[in-house]
């Protein structure tokens, strides 16, 4: 069987780029289950195919999984709220986006194998609603856990 060489999830019969766009499209429905969660489902994406990590570095990916794991979608609201304001040229809102006291992982040795994946929540390559926040759920705790307990 073929592997993401990045995450290691089965690529047949859909690679992680195919479901993630499939994954994209969902999201920018704005409907729920997957609107909500689009913040959270980028990042767990980002996380775990390293080569797609925005230069600016993994901060921010970071910091959404560690504010929806330890504060719920509210927690995620407000941060990825107040990220928005202080992008704007109207905002006033100038203070940086924090990491919530928890460290970046270093990008330089990411992990290469996750206990849940894409391919998980997806289920049969439609990301179906019934379930998929408890999905979510399981795929930002999986890829927190891979990029904490990884050897130094």
Not at 104 to 124: E, G, S, W
Request: charge should be positive; hydrophobic fraction near 35%; charged fraction near 15%.
């Amino acid at each position: 069987m073929t592997h993401c060489p990045e995450c290691h999830a089965p690529s047949v019969p859909r690679s992680c780029e195919d479901l993630f766009q499939k994954l994209l499209a969902l999201d920018h429905s704005r409907q729920p289950p997957w609107g909500p969660l689009h913040g959270v489902s980028v990042s767990c994406f980002l996380l775990q195919h390293h080569s797609r990590i925005p230069a600016a570095g993994a901060a921010a990916p970071w910091a959404i999984l560690h504010a929806y794991l330890e504060g719920g979608l509210d927690s995620v609201n407000r941060r990825t709220g107040r990220a928005r304001r202080s992008n704007s040229h109207r905002g006033h809102d100038n203070a940086p986006v924090t990491t919530l006291g928890t460290a970046v992982p270093a990008t330089n040795r990411p992990p290469t194998r996750f206990r849940y994946t894409i391919t998980d929540v997806a289920q049969d390559g439609g990301f179906p609603a019934s379930g998929f926040p408890e999905r979510v759920q399981a795929w930002a705790a999986a890829t927190v856990d891979a990029w904490t307990s990884r050897p130094s």
